[in-house]
Every structure is written in structure tokens, then in C-alpha cells.
């Protein structure tokens, strides 16, 4: 039973534009969300966060949005850059003794020059 | 970036051979996690660590077994390693977690396993 899904694999944008990488929950327990960022050949590095106290959370290009109502969480990031190029994780937590994460399968992203 | 680093990066062996990973750490966070990475599975937990000699099974536990004797260390035991254990394997580690804190991990470079 998969958790947190990210139902799209891949997205491809234009430099400039706005990227937005989505992510479903399934598990009402969750209450904290990370997204994190991995090149290849390298391990995943951590992008932002948001506490399901919070709807939005900005840093620099990026925001992160989330609705519980509909367990759905999106990371916009604007304008993108080819440097974005990368494949991005959503994963959730559960507060609590030894919570660990749960990540999605990933989503691919390609921003064309 | 967190001081954790991962050995062997890279490793071919054969089924049937045991194979230790090892990640090591020297940020002295309580909690390590090694993970594996599957085209088509994104990461998914395999052991965990909360503490010197306190490890506990993620999802994918099975064919894995795990040791923590020092803080900085945590290895990674494929007692007699099979294709399906082919992957790529992510050390992690964060400083706490329980009520009110929240478990933000950081990541080892990884190490590519393939069993022929």
C-alpha cells in the first residue's frame, strides 16, 4: 500500500517557466512533509519542508503548498532553471517516538534551456 | 553538508557472497537509516538505528541485517546476497525525532551494489 504517490514520473518545462511537481497521502497520521532533490550519482539532498500546521512555505524559488483536506502537497518552483534538472522526492512523517519517513517513487524533472 | 560517507561506493559481487556496507558519520546525530533506491520504488527504508545497539526493520528488512556498535557507524549485512539485491544504497541520518520534533535526514553519497 503505497503511502505518499507521486502519480506522474516525469515532467519536462522551459526554462523561465514555472515547474509544479505534486504529491498525494494517503495516511492521515502524517503531519510534517519534506521534498528532496537527488542528481544522479549522488544521494538526495533536502529542498523544504512544511508542517501540516502551515499551508505554505517559501524559500528563494521555492514553495511548497499543502491541503489536507485533500492529502495533496505541490512544489512550485519559479522561474526554473536547467539546474533544476533533477528528480524530486515528496515524503511524509509522523510525529512520534523513531518516526521515519515514507518518500514517494520520485518525478523526474528536465527543464529545457 | 553533513559528514557521512559510505564504503565501498561501488561493489560487484556474486549471489551467495555476504556483502557489508558501511556508513559512517561524524555529526554525531542518534539516528541512521540505510535505504535502497529501485527504478520504479523511489527509497525505501530497510533498517533504521535509534541509538548504539538499537536498530529497528523498515519496510524492505528481509535478506538484511544491520549493526550500530559505535555512533558514527552503522552497517549494512547482506548475509548471502541475491540479484534482487541488486540497488543502489542510501545511508542517512538525523538528529532526533519524537513528539515535536520532526525527522529532516541527511544523505550519504550512496553505494552501487550489483549482484551478478
Known amino acids: 500500500d503505497q503511502q505518499v504517490k507521486q502519480n506522474s514520473p516525469s515532467l519536462s518545462v522551459q526554462e523561465g517557466r514555472i515547474s509544479i511537481l505534486n504529491c498525494d497521502y494517503t495516511?492521515?497520521?502524517?503531519?510534517?512533509f519534506l521534498w528532496y532533490k537527488k542528481y544522479p550519482a549522488e544521494g538526495p539532498t533536502f529542498l523544504i519542508s512544511i508542517s501540516s500546521i502551515k499551508d505554505k512555505n517559501e524559500d528563494g524559488r521555492f514553495t511548497v503548498f499543502l491541503n489536507k483536506s485533500a492529502k495533496h502537497l505541490s512544489l512550485h518552483i519559479v522561474p526554473s532553471q536547467p539546474g533544476d534538472s533533477a528528480v524530486y522526492f515528496c515524503?511524509?512523517?509522523?510525529?512520534?517516538?523513531?518516526?521515519?519517513?515514507?518518500f514517494g517513487k520520485g518525478i523526474t524533472l528536465s527543464v529545457r534551456p | 553538508d553533513a559528514g557521512i560517507t559510505q564504503s565501498p561506493r561501488h561493489k560487484v559481487t556474486e549471489t551467495g557472497t555476504p556483502v557489508t556496507l558501511r556508513c559512517h558519520q561524524t555529526?554525531?546525530?542518534?539516528?541512521m537509516y540505510w535505504y535502497r533506491q529501485d527504478p520504479g520504488h523511489g527509497l525505501r527504508l530497510i533498517h533504521y538505528?535509534?541509538?548504539?545497539?538499537?536498530?529497528d526493520k523498515g519496510e524492505v528488512s528481509d535478506g538484511y541485517s544491520v549493526s550500530r556498535s559505535k555512533t558514527e557507524d552503522f552497517l549494512l549485512t547482506l548475509e548471502s546476497a541475491t540479484s534482487s539485491q541488486t540497488s543502489v544504497y542510501f545511508c542517512?541520518?538525523?538528529?532526533?525525532?519524537?513528539?515535536?520534533?520532526?525527522?529532516?535526514?541527511?544523505f550519504g553519497p550512496g553505494t552501487r551494489l550489483t549482484v551478478l
Open positions: 515524503a511524509a512523517s509522523a510525529a512520534g517516538a523513531n518516526s521515519k519517513l515514507t
Open positions: 555529526e554525531n546525530h542518534r539516528y
Open positions: 542517512a541520518i538525523s538528529w532526533t525525532s519524537g513528539p515535536g520534533y520532526y525527522n529532516e535526514q541527511f
Open positions: 495516511n492521515s497520521m502524517f503531519d510534517y
Open positions: 538505528s535509534y541509538g548504539v545497539k538499537d536498530t
